[in-house]
C-alpha cells in the first residue's frame, strides 16, 4: 500500500476549494486508511452529483492505495470523460503512467497544471509527491511545485510538509525536520507531522525522540491510525512484542481490516511467539498469486506450533512462489527444521547449512546440525562442524563438551581432550568437563599404567560432593579407577580401600567391591 501518499489526502482543504461535507469525510476516511468507508462514500457521491471528477478522483486514489491500478485507472478516465475541466484525475493518470512511460505522465501532469493554471495547491501537491516518491524522482521539479504552492497558499501546512519530504529525500533530515516545524506553527493539531519527524529520528537512530514524537501526536489526535502503526513497528524493532502488539491493535481497530494489516499484524504475533494466535490470524487470509509472505510465515507459525505437516505443506509452497531475491535465511533454517521432524535428515542439514552461509551469526544451526550428525553417529562430520564453530570463537562451554564427545566418538582422543581442557578453563566449576577429560585420558591408558586420568577423576568428585545423587553412576566410575589406580599403581590399600568403601556406598550390588577389599598388596 501507498501509505506515503496518505498525507495528500487532506489537501482538500488548499485554496480555492471547499467541497462539500460527504466529501470531505470521505477523503478523512481515506486519509484515516479506512478504505471500505472511503470508497462507498465516493461512489454515493459520483451516482448523485451530477460533476463527477473530484469523487471519481478519490475513488481512484482508494484504489490506488489497495494497488489495484486497473479500478483506479478506470475511474479517473470516468472522471475525465464525465468532468474534463476537472484537473485532478489528470494527475491521477500521471500517476498511473509515468514509471513505464514519462513521456506519457508529464503530458498528464502538463494538463492538469494547465487546466489549474499551475495556481491550485492541491494539483501542485500530488504532482509533487509522485515526484518525490515515485520510481521517476525529480525532487528539482518536486521543489519548484512546491514553493509555487506556498506562495499561492501561504497559511496552508500541507505544501511545507510535503517540501519536508522532499529534503528527506535529499538525506538533509535538518531542513526537513524545519519543514515539519513550520507545518506545524500553522497547525498545531497536525498528527500527520508528528509521523514524520518520528520517522526521521528512528532512522538517525535516535529512537526514543521518535518515540517521543510518535507519543505528541497522539496526544494530538489520538484517533489517527499511523501514529499507532509506527509505535507498533518501533517496539517491534525492539523486541518489545507485546507493546508492539498493543499498538498495532489499536492501528487495526480503526482502519478497514486487511490483507496487508493482517499479514503484517500476523507477523507481529510470530515474534511474539503467540504462535496459535498467529496461525489463526494468518490462516483467514485469502492465498494470493504472490502469497509467498503469508506462506513463509505460516510455514514457521505451525512448525512453532508442532504441526509439521501444515509447516511442511505452507513452505513447499513458498519455495514454488518465492522469487530469489527475496529467499532469507530463515527459509532454510525453518525447512531444515521441518524437514529434520519428518525424519529427512540429509535434506535437513543440507537445508540447515544454507541458512549458515546466509547468516553466519546464527550460531545456534551448528549445534542443531551437530547433533543431527551425533544422532545419525556420523561423529566425523559432527566434529568437522564444530570444528568450523569453534574456529570463528563463537564456541561456548556446552560448545566445547559437545565437540569433545563428538571428536571422542571419533576416536580422536587427544584432540577431544584439548575440547575438554577448553571446557573446564571457561566453567571451572562445572564436573562434566573433568569427568571427559577423565575418561578421554583413561581410554589412552585401558590399563592404568600412568594414572593420566587421575586428577580428572578427582576434580570431578570434589565438585560434586554437594549432588552425589545426580552424579552417582557417574561417581562409581570415579571411586572405581581411584581404587584400580591406588591399587594397582600406588599399592596404597588405606587409599584404595576408601574408594571402594566409597563404591559400596554408591552401588551396594557391586560385588567386586569385597573381593577387592580382602586383597592384601
Request: charged share 30%; hydrophobic share 35%.
Amino acid at each position: 500500500m501507498r501509505k506515503s501518499m496518505l498525507s495528500l489526502a487532506i489537501l482538500t482543504t488548499l485554496s480555492g476549494y471547499v467541497c462539500a461535507q460527504n466529501l470531505e469525510t470521505g477523503i478523512k476516511h481515506l486519509e484515516l486508511e479506512q478504505y471500505e468507508r472511503a470508497k462507498a462514500i465516493f461512489k454515493n457521491l459520483i451516482k448523485s452529483e451530477s460533476k463527477k471528477g473530484k469523487p471519481s478522483f478519490y475513488l481512484g486514489e482508494v484504489y490506488l492505495e489497495t494497488e489495484k491500478l486497473d479500478s483506479a485507472k478506470y475511474f479517473f478516465m470516468e472522471g475525465i470523460k464525465n468532468d474534463d475541466a476537472e484537473p485532478l484525475n489528470y494527475v491521477g493518470m500521471g500517476q498511473l503512467s509515468y514509471d513505464k512511460n514519462p513521456t506519457e505522465g508529464k503530458r498528464n501532469f502538463d494538463k492538469a497544471l494547465e487546466l489549474s493554471k499551475s495556481k491550485d495547491t492541491k494539483v501542485l501537491g500530488y504532482i509533487a509527491k509522485y515526484y518525490t516518491t515515485g520510481a521517476k524522482k525529480d525532487l528539482t521539479q518536486a521543489t519548484t511545485l512546491l514553493e509555487k504552492a506556498i506562495k499561492s497558499d501561504s497559511k496552508n501546512p500541507e505544501p511545507l510538509l510535503l517540501l519536508g519530504d522532499v529534503y528527506l529525500e535529499k538525506n538533509d533530515a535538518g531542513q526537513a525536520v524545519a519543514k515539519y516545524d513550520q507545518a506545524l506553527k500553522l497547525r498545531a493539531n497536525l498528527p500527520e507531522a508528528y509521523v514524520r519527524k518520528g520517522k526521521i529520528y528512528v532512522r538517525a537512530k535516535n529512537y526514543q525522540l521518535g518515540l517521543t514524537n510518535y507519543e505528541e501526536g497522539v496526544k494530538i489526535d489520538p484517533n489517527y491510525p499511523p501514529l499507532y502503526r509506527e509505535i507498533g513497528e518501533l517496539y517491534n524493532k525492539f523486541g518489545k512484542y507485546a507493546k508492539a502488539i498493543e499498538a498495532y491493535k489499536k492501528y487495526v481497530a480503526m482502519t478497514d481490516k486487511s490483507y496487508d494489516t493482517d499479514l503484517r499484524y500476523g507477523q507481529f504475533l510470530y515474534q511474539a511467539k503467540d504462535y496459535k494466535a498467529a496461525v489463526a490470524t494468518l490462516g483467514s487470509l485469502p492465498e494470493r498469486e504472490n502469497s509467498f509472505y503469508l506462506y513463509r510465515m505460516l510455514g514457521y507459525s505451525h512448525y512453532e506450533t508442532g504441526d509439521y505437516d501444515k509447516g511442511t505443506a505452507y513452505m513447499t509452497k513458498f519455495w514454488a512462489s518465492v522469487p530469489e531475491a527475496k529467499i532469507i535465511a530463515k527459509d532454510y533454517e525453518y525447512n531444515g527444521k521441518l524437514l529434520a521432524k519428518k525424519g529427512q535428515d540429509s535434506l535437513a542439514i543440507f537445508n540447515l547449512k544454507k541458512a549458515i552461509d546466509i547468516d553466519t551469526a546464527n550460531t545456534d544451526l551448528y549445534g542443531e546440525i551437530a547433533n543431527m550428525y551425533m544422532t545419525k553417529k556420523r561423529f566425523k562430520d559432527a566434529a568437522t562442524i564444530y570444528t568450523q564453530f569453534c574456529a570463528k570463537g563463537l564456541c561456548k562451554a556446552q560448545d566445547y563438551l559437545n565437540f569433545g564427545r563428538a571428536l571422542y566418538q571419533d576416536k580422536q582422543f587427544s584432540s577431544a581432550d584439548s575440547s575438554f581442557k577448553k571446557l573446564t578453563q571457561l566453567s571451572p566449576t562445572w564436573p562434566n568437563g573433568y569427568l571427559w577429560r577423565a575418561k578421554t585420558n583413561h581410554i589412552q591408558d585401558p590399563q592404568i599404567k600412568s594414572g593420566i586420568a587421575l586428577p580428572h577423576y578427582e576434580k570431578f568428585i570434589e565438585l560434586t560432593k554437594a549432588e552425589q545423587e545426580k552424579y552417582k553412576t557417574d561417581l562409581v566410575e570415579a571411586y572405581k579407577y581411584v581404587g584400580a589406580y591406588q591399587m594397582q599403581v600406588k599399592k596404597n590399600k588405606v587409599a584404595a580401600d576408601a574408594a571402594w568403601l566409597k563404591v559400596k556406598e554408591l552401588k551396594p550390588d557391586f560385588k567386586e567391591v569385597d573381593e577387592y577389599l580382602k586383597a592384601n598388596y
